[in-house]
């Protein structure tokens, strides 16, 4: 793509292609257009959503479960208002997700001239959820962000970038230069900390892992240590899978249950890795890890809040770990991992009997959905009561398998992020796992899965309620209200959008629901209520 008479427009579709883009979600639209030309040439399959939402869900779950980075096509104005919330979603859960929108003529932007998708401040609007907001006014410039935006998720944290390129720049001849740049690697750790960290930890008496996203390419190295120190590991929702949930020293996500803090509280050391340690993960702002604590991030602002780390590494966590896994003596330790593979069990075999009805109702229709679907299965999940409970109880073994919107806490997230996750890994078993009000928000999106003929299993909890929010002012003492509503028939909704539909009348009517589905030349989705149990 280095000849003068390709527009800037077509260049950019073959300079995303050299950074290894194989996918693209969006929509054209009269603002996008020469965003488009060059694509029926491009080896780079793009996928028509059905909203600008859609598309940000969709290259957010598509960059989950690959571990490369999504991008997304949109226009100028409603398109880029239509996506932020789910850059807002990548912003949080540190995604790297490439939004690429049009804007207005150079000449034109924000003079209130009246034009068509005008904003007084479009890079102004993106910049607030993104890392990087760069707008574009010649072609060094749209390569140069292009280069930018891959380095970034290359070697830093990884969040969303934003690219804006004015109409009249899309047509402009792109001139040379069109080549991808070296991205940089990863930080490493110094070795005097890891040494200081390898220390302290075999010198612990109670030392506990702490494993967030950032960890979750780094399990293996992770249970090294565990496995050698006898040291329990605990997760963030978004760490779930870094391990696999049934390993004797695996606690999984229990950080607002008072088990796990408990667990946090006791230890001498805890080695956290890959995690910001917000008030979404222990659903308590004031809860602060002040002592023993070694913190290793991508991140030197997380590394400075909000909880201060005795040892404070900034490096990328499945090399941190791996240096100090080798660095750690074979000191026996059996004799501690025995009492902490014993006081996990305990612990998770105490839970069922503290469960509210609701939870024992859940229990028993995940308990049913883990067994149905396979061990490698990628999981979308939506911020339901269902989802709620399985990001406890629900167990996964291996990384990049379960996706949930935990720091913006989006609704509508699954179904599309589902979406992204099956174009990510198309050899991996896909499933959602939403609720009868939040997938309301993308169900349009069933067009869009329907269209491929994609295999979802969609697993959706219907209560024909909000019903978390329903329980939250049932206890904080208000008069439930605006918590119930009129739901479409679902089935035959689902059967519109050419999907297979079905209602289970019983568990076992779920579990075989499932197995249908996954065998299935489109989505199904798999209407659950709680009227199963009675079945």
């Known amino acids: 793509m280095s000849r003068a008479e390709h527009s800037t427009g077509e260049a950019l579709v073959g300079l995303l292609e050299s950074y290894g883009t194989d996918t693209i979600f969006g929509i054209p639209g009269v603002h996008n257009v020469e965003m488009y030309r060059a694509l029926p040439r491009s080896k780079i399959k ?55 929108s049009s804007a207005l003529d150079i000449a034109d932007s924000a003079q209130g001239r009246g034009r068509l998708h005008e904003m007084q401040n479009q890079l102004g609007a993106a910049a607030t959820i993104t890392n990087l907001a760069v707008r574009a006014y010649t072609p060094q410039d749209v390569r140069d962000g292009v280069a930018r935006a891959f380095s970034a998720f290359a070697s830093m944290r990884p969040r969303p970038a934003y690219l804006e390129l004015p109409l009249d720049l899309l047509k402009v001849p792109a001139g040379k230069g069109w080549t991808t740049h070296r991205t940089p690697k990863l930080p490493q750790a110094p070795a005097d900390q890891i040494k200081e960290a390898a220390e302290r930890l075999a010198k612990a008496k109670s030392p506990v892992i702490l494993l967030g996203g950032g960890a979750l390419g780094a399990g293996k190295a992770a249970l090294a240590i565990a496995e050698k120190l006898g040291a329990p590991i605990i997760t963030t929702t978004a760490g779930k899978g870094a391990v696999p949930g049934t390993h004797p020293l695996c606690l999984g996500y229990r950080l ?15 080695l956290c890795a890959g995690s910001e ?65 014993k006081s996990i069990a305990a612990t998770l075999a105490a839970e069922a009997a503290e469960d509210s009805e609701l939870r024992k109702v859940l229990r028993k229709v995940l308990a049913v959905i883990r067994d149905a679907l ?91 309620a909000l019903g978390q929010i329903r329980d939250d002012m049932v206890n904080k003492g208000i008069q439930p209200n605006a918590v119930t509503l009129v739901n479409p028939d679902f089935q035959a909704l689902a059967k519109a959008y050419r999907c297979g539909a079905e209602k289970p009348e019983s568990l076992k009517g779920l579990a075989q629901a499932i197995g249908r589905a996954l065998k299935a030349d489109g989505p199904t989705l798999i209407e659950m209520t709680p009227r199963m149990l009675n079945g």
């Open 374 to 464: 396979p061990p490698e299965t990628v999981i979308a999940s939506d911020m339901t009561q269902i989802a709620y409970a399985a990001n406890e109880i629900f167990p996964v073994f291996e990384p990049r398998s379960w996706l949930h919107p935990v720091g913006f806490g989006t609704l509508g997230f699954a179904l599309p992020a589902g979406i992204g996750a099956k174009f990510g890994c198309p050899d991996k078993p896909v499933a959602v796992m939403i609720g009868d009000y939040g997938i309301q928000y993308t169900i349009n999106e069933l067009g869009t899965a329907a269209e491929h003929k994609l295999p979802l299993v969609i697993l959706m909890w219907n209560n024909d």
């Open 46 to 100: 793009h996928v028509l959503v059905r909203h600008e939402q859609g598309a940000g869900f969709m290259a957010d779950g598509y960059a989950r479960a690959s571990g490369k980075p999504g991008v997304c096509f949109t226009i100028t104005g409603p398109g880029l208002t239509n996506i932020m919330t789910p850059l807002g979603q990548a912003w949080s859960d540190s995604s790297p997700v490439l939004c690429i």
């Open 256 to 270: 607002a249950q008072p088990s796990g803090q408990k667990l946090l509280r006791e230890a001498d050391v805890v």
């Open 277 to 341: 340690l917000s008030e979404t993960d222990f659903w308590d702002s004031g809860f602060i890890l002040d002592q023993g604590l070694i913190r290793i991030d991508l991140d030197p602002m997380t590394l400075a809040r909000p909880h201060a780390a005795d040892i404070a590494i900034l490096a990328d966590a499945a090399e941190a770990l791996e240096a100090i896994a080798r660095s750690l003596s074979a000191a026996d330790h059996s004799g501690r991992r025995k009492a902490a593979e």
